[in-house]
């Protein structure tokens, strides 16, 4: 269990290290380029985004599931990399013909751009499934955190140089892309082999089958709002939405690490059979997911908008209802994305596939309708109502397949807390006529603090676990 705890912790530092440096990135972005441009570098990312979660995340799932599971990783890594060539192939021949559609749509000429994006993105995506399947999470978390760096480093200074702000940033993020390729790929333990056999690429078709349904649904979503505000909305709007989606994701960083941790050992737990393991973890998993965005949710109905101006101008406030919805909506995320971990540890990748379709459509469906109408409320209100349908389902489903159950209580005590903070951080806002930096800082730090402290006395297995990471790090 400390191995375990140290490792979340360990990663988890560095983690938050990325999201700082991912959202300081973006809030110099949101100082040099324009809102309109923003939104089109957005754009692409967009359609990047969707080409690959559809295609190669699917099959990234599959082989992180193989290099949890097998000695030698080899074979696997050979085969995918000659499946994802294959996959790259159709994408360019599909695409050519679409070039000046997708070129209108973005505002932009990048389709060539886009082209050589995505092997770069593809490769990106593999090997560090692979980094994250030899349990080397910390180190896979560095080379991001170096490769963002150096992404906005160029950036930055491209546009100080006199370069346009779009083609900087789009450079930029090639750069970025082939230097995580680079060293990812150095630092990996599996190499080539020769041909692997007809197994292995079997058994990652069948994984990619349903595993690619899986990762739309866990993050096309964001894709799917963007490309659909992109459609109804000018390209100012899809940066403000890409803003707060960004901003709304800071809590992530913890089921993020949890799962890269913990899922290769829930996989071995489940083949061997050791269910009391198996169950602990996934209750733990469940609690720390959903645990930050209580906090997050509540406290940005106090302070979001004075946030959202503060970090990136008065053009940006319009996010603001965008960005509650959105951190409600990933409380719901987050139990979603444990279930998925949890069936797709035992097996149960057709029924994640399933009910991840059904998911799709709600998704599509919901914000086709609100968009239109109620612009970023609406997207947020959309992916928040399609987040919620999955989370129960698949939550339901998982308790039905496994011995796992939810930790109600605690959850429950996790609630409370965060109505407690609440209370205190609205009261003590009041006592303010503007809130600005020194101010925001004092609500936060007040926040956080008492949120912590009445959580790890509420909750039984929150105290019990800080005590261990405790006695781990004094020892």
Known sequence: MSRILEEVVGASGIKVTNRIVGFLGIIIYTGLVSSSELGQYFLFIGILGVLTTVTVSGLGSATFREISRVKDPDETFTAVLILILILLVCLTVVIIPFGTAI???????ITIVLLLALPLEALSIILGVVLRGEEKIIFNELIWLASRIIQFCFAVTAIQTGESAFTAVLIAYLIGRAVRVSISYVFIDASLSGVPPLKEFRSLAHGWRYLSVMRWGNFGQQWVDTLLIGFFLAPASVAVYEVVWR???????????????????????????????FNWYSRRAYLYAAMPFVPLALGSIVVGESLLRLLYGSEYVSGYIALVLLLFGRL??????VSNKILMATDNDRVIATITVAVIVVNLVSNGYLIPRYGLAGAATGTGVAFLFGAVIKSWLSVKFTDVSIPLRDFAMVLISGFFMFTVVYLASLQFSEIRWLQLTVLITIGGTVFCTVTAILSRAVSIDVRAIFLAYVK
């Open 103 to 109: 070129d209108n749509f973005v505002g932009r000429d």
């Open 332 to 337: 719901f995320q987050s139990t979603d994305s």
């Open 247 to 277: 901003l709304s994701s800071l809590g992530l960083f913890v089921l993020n690490i949890s799962s890269g941790v913990l899922f290769p050992r829930l996989t071995k737990w489940s083949e061997r059979g050791n269910s009391e393991k």
